[in-house]
């Protein structure tokens, strides 16, 4: 359209409004696209007109124009349904699901699930799932990298942002690129002195500007807006046309603004991580004024351990003996069992139903229909031989536990009807028993040995929530305890079939749950209301009344908040980010602290028996445990005792119980006896040292398993799990190969420029979804047909060093093939942009951590250049290797990058001023002879202070801030050379392939090899031309792996069901586990290499 024209459609909207005709002109401003009136946009969203709302959008953005428009529209139709069901019209509710809603499916298929669920609701209020993505205000303050309790936001329609510590501020609506411009409220003002257009708004920056949008990857599992996981909810940034300037004398844009209207949409890629952050006294809502407070010594506060499960915990507990034993529960069915202190995943295992023949009708019918199943509650028996396992189907499973990774099954009970919303252990008549509660409205207690159903309570008005056993022994009957049942109302019980004895309403009348005192003799309970206000309160059980209420809640909680209790004077829930603290005999708040970030709006809390360590969820579906000084000795204790190799020199010794052990282990409170119980830990997985002072129960050890270490040897299919994948696109060779972050899917890129991913389902077979060797992927495309395809520009890709990273949030890919910089969207395909072209040429690519805007780029010409997203511009170059950039990490840990070239250099530099801290060159091991061009890559250990580093030559282990190398290890002269290596997700193996297709896998202990398979053992081919080039680590399961090999082909591999690891960890030298304690000379491999 011609500028003379544009002037003319805004000349015509200035008079249609002046002379009140609104629907005329809310008409053509939606036709032409030309101006987006957020008034009126914002009284129609207030007042409820959904369809008047998507209608006015349609005409500036479209559902899947990008993830902000995807998320705008799944917003609107997501109100529109919800309405419905309010109003008990079914029909226009299956109306809207189907063609309204049906299209985010493909995007998210467990929240289709979950909202399609609630047509079966009575009333859909009661589902959780409402509340987690049910929309607040404040949405935006949601992703804020560091949220400010009570942020003054008064609407949803201008960006949000709080201070962030390291003193960087967000770009304010007026001048950031993403958000252009927005119009006031108001009416339109007469039109200006000098004619009837503004004046040119400045000129917008370069069409890259601002792409990323710099949100935190804050996700809210409970009262979030919205959970389909679409990143920052910003309405301007989702508009693909021009906003008016903020000027409040002006609202049309002129005529001739055309190159506001031409420049690129923002795009913004929402998976930025937060900045590490300690609060040690905060604010709180619900005073006059902000008072601070002091911590207490004795509260866990150090961020100790951060532990990736991969799926968002619902659940945890600690082992009432061995305490750094954490059981937690997730929101896809899996279930782990932690030791916390050496970081070690003893057991893992995803839903599985063990009897479907024995399930109800009910039961076997919902889970045929869909077989998605989120674990509500897990928990262990007093003495810590069961642990109980409450799901949102129906079933309850009790496993016995029997030390180390042993873990059996002994009951299932198909316990109520839908959700089984919490369940616990008590001894009624001195016998343990199982208590259940669920959605139809019953508790129901089982016998703990055989399942039997003793008890059945009825006649609740609606779900039960949660039940809590009274362990006092001087009310009544001693061997008859309470017990208490609540759903916004709280009941209680005696362990017959005479209706509960007490019935009155608990604060917040909704998600409401108890706990007592350590000691049994106080009462609490947490509850959080639909409307988000939260409350902890102390109970008079004699009266049954309030005794106090606690304060400091924010105003509106974004999640249903958890609590617990601690050394009979604590209480701390997850609430605005953070951990809380109160002292049990005040009503103020005590303390807060934020874990350094990274934590939901209402995170997942647990104390361990003593209060020494504090499990708590994480955002990213991972774990942090913090620790007190005790809690820090107890750790550290069980870190050096984990594993003790003089142990193969001894003669066999009997197995201790280790519950037994446990027990007398713990018998006090002291540091000594918690050493102690560290003792019981290493005789629960099998190492019975300095036990003498303990007479447990002994049972004849059959052989001792560690007394003679053997390599692990793969050499037939049948030793393994494997899976080629399929594939129906012409390729030559597998160049870069990884999983998401989800875990769900695997993204390669072949040397030919083309990108393949595979993606798993969901199904009976593969409950959670999660990739597998087990069941066979698809090779995804979208609809539209089109490939992910690298610009290649005069170059031949097959001679082009290929690098490519992807987003934390597995949106976008950033990747190059020796062209252009290209940006794709992972869900559509579609380049959302190209930028940098060659000479020089891409080769390495890596995020920053704290700012996703900041790339670091190392090219081909042995330069890193530092780019700037938003600003589209190099921010520095950084000089220092002698050949090509090969591999690029960054630690947010130490805040450096550690980049590696082909030169065999290695360089730190710090990323405040960029300048190079240390470099260091490897040292070829004696008698091999590295090509020219040998590539060097890096990646940092799960603690962030020691990175791997993968030459053709050897494999090595660094500390980052002297460079020294504390572990190596080398192939015999005569091996083949190493062609990959990557640190499993839990940093506790490497997996290492080599180009006489052999795959080998590492103890990072010790850098020693436990275990090594051929690759022709499932492809029936050993040719050097089906060599795996690349290896790339499963994101949540650590003894999982995929080879990207050079005839094209993807392969994933896992170990048998029955072995669950690869092969066993060899011994440690010195009596230490900890492989960054010893160092091993650089320039001679050392007794530490193994055979090959």
């Known amino acids: 359209m011609s500028s003379l024209s544009r002037e003319l459609v805004f000349l015509i909207l200035q008079f249609l409004d002046e002379e009140k005709f609104k629907e005329t002109v809310h008409k053509l401003e939606q036709e032409s696209g030309f101006f987006f009136n957020m008034k009126y946009f914002e009284d129609e969203v207030h007042g409820g007109n959904w369809d008047e709302v998507e209608k006015y959008l349609s005409g500036f953005t479209k559902v899947d124009d990008n993830r902000y428009s995807m998320k705008i529209f799944f917003e609107i139709r997501k109100q529109k349904y919800l309405e419905a069901l309010d109003k008990h019209d079914r029909s226009k509710a299956v109306e809207i699901l189907v063609k309204d809603l049906k299209v985010f499916a493909t995007f998210n298929e467990d929240l289709f699930k979950e909202i399609t669920q609630l047509l079966t609701l009575e009333n859909f209020r009661y589902a959780a799932c409402v509340y987690e993505f049910a929309s607040c205000l404040n949405w935006q303050h949601q992703l804020c990298k560091n949220p400010r309790s009570n942020p003054d936001i008064k609407t949803l329609f201008v960006d949000h942002s709080c201070g962030q510590p390291n003193g960087a501020r967000a770009p304010s609506p007026a001048n950031n690129p993403l958000l252009g411009s927005l119009s006031k409220a108001g009416g339109f003002p007469p039109l200006g002195a000098h004619g009837p257009f503004q004046p040119t708004p400045a000129q917008v920056p370069a069409p890259l500007a601002g792409w990323m949008s710099n949100p935190s990857t804050v996700t809210h599992p409970a009262i979030s807006g919205g959970a389909i996981g679409l990143g920052p909810s910003s309405i301007p940034a989702a508009l693909k046309h021009p906003r008016t300037p903020t000027n409040p004398s002006v609202d049309y844009p002129s005529g001739d603004s055309d190159h506001v209207a031409k420049r690129t949409r923002p795009m913004g890629i929402s998976d930025e991580v937060n900045l590490p952050v300690n609060v040690l006294s905060v604010p709180f809502q619900g005073h006059g004024h902000s008072q601070a407070f002091s911590a207490p010594d004795d509260l866990p506060r150090a961020v100790a351990r951060i532990l990736n499960q991969g799926s968002s915990p619902m659940s945890m507990d600690f082992h009432p003996v061995q305490q750094t034993l954490l059981l937690v529960g997730t929101n ?72 180390g990774e042993e873990v059996r099954q002994h009951l299932e009970i198909d316990a109520h009807t839908g959700g089984v919303n919490d369940i616990a252990f008590s001894h009624p008549n001195k016998q343990l028993c199982v208590i259940t509660c669920g959605d139809d409205k019953t508790i129901k207690v089982w016998d703990a040995t055989n399942g039997t159903k003793q008890y059945t309570f009825e006649g609740h008005e609606a779900p039960v929530y949660s039940v809590c056993p009274h362990y006092k022994e001087n009310i009544q009957d001693p061997w008859r305890p309470y017990l208490h049942i609540l759903y916004g109302k709280i009941k209680a019980w005696l362990y017959d079939n005479m209706g509960s004895r007490v019935d009155y309403e608990a604060p917040g009348r909704w998600c409401t749950t108890m706990a007592y005192s350590a000691d049994g003799t106080r009462l609490f309970s947490c509850g959080t209301s639909k409307e988000g206000e939260s409350y902890i309160v102390e109970w008079n059980e004699s009266e049954g009344a309030v005794k106090r209420t606690y304060q400091g809640f924010r105003k509106r909680s974004l999640g249903v908040v958890q609590f617990d209790t601690t050394k009979n004077r604590y209480l701390a829930a997850g609430d605005d980010f953070s951990i809380k603290f109160w002292d049990m005999d005040s009503v103020q708040p005590l303390t807060s602290f934020d874990a350094e970030g990274g934590l939901p709006a209402s995170p997942r809390i647990r104390f361990n028996k003593d209060g020494s360590l504090l499990a708590v969820s994480t955002n990213d579906n991972g774990l942090k445990i913090l620790a007190n000084l005790d809690g820090m000795r107890l750790l550290r204790t069980l870190e050096n005792l984990s594993y003790d190799s003089s142990r193969t020199a001894e003669a066999p010794k009997p197995t201790i119980n280790p519950i037994s052990v446990a027990a007398a282990a713990a018998s006090s409170a002291g540091l000594a006896e918690r050493s102690a119980s560290v003792t019981a830990i290493a005789g629960m997985n099998g190492d019975t040292r300095n036990v003498a002072d303990v007479k447990p129960r002994i049972t004849e050890e059959s052989s001792d398993k560690s007394k003679i270490w053997k390599l692990t040897e793969i050499n037939e299919p049948s030793q393994c799990r494997s899976l080629r994948l399929p594939e129906n696109l012409r390729v030559t060779k597998i160049s870069r190969l990884i999983f998401t972050n989800s875990g769900n899917a695997i993204l390669a890129l072949a040397s030919n420029a083309i990108h393949l991913l595979w993606k798993w389902q969901r199904s009976d077979r593969n409950s959670n979804g999660k990739a597998t060797a087990s069941v066979s992927p698809q090779l995804w495309q979208p609809s539209s047909g089109i490939l992910m395809t690298n610009d290649v520009a005069d170059t031949n890709p097959e001679e082009a060093v290929p690098c490519f990273a992807l987003s934390k949030n597995d949106s976008y890919v950033m990747s190059a093939s020796g062209g252009k910089i290209s940006l794709f969207n992972m869900m559509t395909f579609k380049t959302m942009a190209t930028f940098m072209p060659p000479p020089p040429a891409a080769t390495s690519l890596a995020f920053h951590p704290q700012d996703n805007n900041i790339i670091a780029i190392g090219m081909d010409d042995s330069t890193i250049q530092i780019y700037n997203v938003r600003v589209d511009e190099v921010k520095s170059k950084l000089k220092g290797h002698s050949k090509r950039i090969t591999g690029l990490a960054f630690s947010h840990v130490l805040n450096v990058l550690v980049s590696s070239g082909a030169d065999s250099q290695l360089c730190v530099w710090n990323t405040d001023g960029w300048e190079k801290q240390k470099s260091r060159f490897l040292q070829v091991p004696a008698g091999r002879t590295p090509t020219a061009l040998s590539d060097t890559r890096v990646q940092f250990h799960q603690d962030q202070i020691h990175f791997l580093v993968v030459h053709e030559t050897q494999l090595a282990i660094f500390e980052t801030t002297k460079l020294d190398c504390v572990k190596q290890w080398a192939p015999r002269d005569t091996s083949a050379p190493i062609t990959h290596a990557t640190f499993s997700c839990d940093s506790q193996l490497v997996y290492a392939s080599f180009s006489d297709a052999s795959v080998c896998v590492f103890n990072v202990a010790n850098l020693r090899l436990r275990c090594r398979k051929s690759y022709c053992i499932s492809s029936g ?59 091993t000379s650089v320039g001679a491999p050392g007794s530490e290499q193994a055979q090959r």
């Open 332 to 403: 896809v069915g899996d279930i782990a069992l932690w030791e916390v202190g050496s970081r070690e995943r003893l057991v893992s295992k995803s839903f599985k139903v063990w009897d479907v023949s024995a399930c109800s009708m009910t039961l076997q019918a919902a889970l045929v229909k869909d077989p998605a199943v989120s674990v509500n509650r897990v928990i262990w028996s007093p003495d810590g031989s069961l642990f109980g396992v409450a799901y949102s189907r129906h079933i309850v499973q009790i496993y016995s536990y029997h030390g």
């Open 1021 to 1079: 081919q050993c040719q050097l031309q089906r060599s795996p080039l690349v290896i790339a680590a499963h994101p949540s399961e650590a003894n999982e792996f995929a080879l990207g090999l050079s005839d094209g082909g993807v392969h994933v591999f896992e170990p048998l069901e029955s072995e669950n690891k690869w092969g066993v960890p060899p011994p440690v030298e010195n009596g230490s586990a900890s492989s960054m304690a010893a160092t």
